[in-house]
């Protein structure tokens, strides 16, 4: 099976910064797309942005300019630079990938979520 671990989630003052990081681990063939969704208190899951295998982000319009997605596929790892931090940036963040382990099939997985928690 596939298992995504984040890290880097915490507490941070309005305007300050933040990285999480994702790994993928397990019985993988490759990955297509990868990058994060957060949750935030009492709203749905959201998308953040996600990445191609090519390296092209897609960002939802909310953190355009702020927040920065990366990837290397050397390591299966997934990348979230989170600047100019804003208090409704607090949310779950939970790391998501579409990874193909077994045949031709890309299955969807998710990360347990790392709290952030932006103070005004």
């Known amino acids: 099976q596939v298992q995504l671990v984040e890290s880097g989630g915490g507490l941070v003052q309005a305007g300050g910064s933040l990285r999480l990081s994702c790994a993928a681990s397990?019985?993988?063939?490759?990955?297509?797309?990868m990058g994060w969704y957060r949750q935030g208190p009492g709203k749905q899951r959201e998308l953040v942005g996600l990445?191609?295998?090519?390296?092209?982000?897609n960002y939802t319009d909310s953190v355009k300019g702020r927040f920065t997605i990366s990837r290397d596929n050397a390591k299966n790892m997934v990348y979230l630079q989170m600047n100019s931090l804003k208090s409704e940036d607090t949310a779950v963040y939970y790391c998501?990938?579409?990874?193909?382990?077994?045949?031709?099939?890309?299955?969807?997985?998710w990360g347990q979520g790392t709290q952030v928690t932006v103070s005004a």
């Open positions: 998501y990938a579409r990874v193909r382990y077994w045949g031709t099939i890309y299955s969807a997985f």
């Open positions: 397990g019985s993988i063939i490759s990955i297509n797309s």
């Open positions: 990445t191609d295998s090519g390296g092209k982000v």
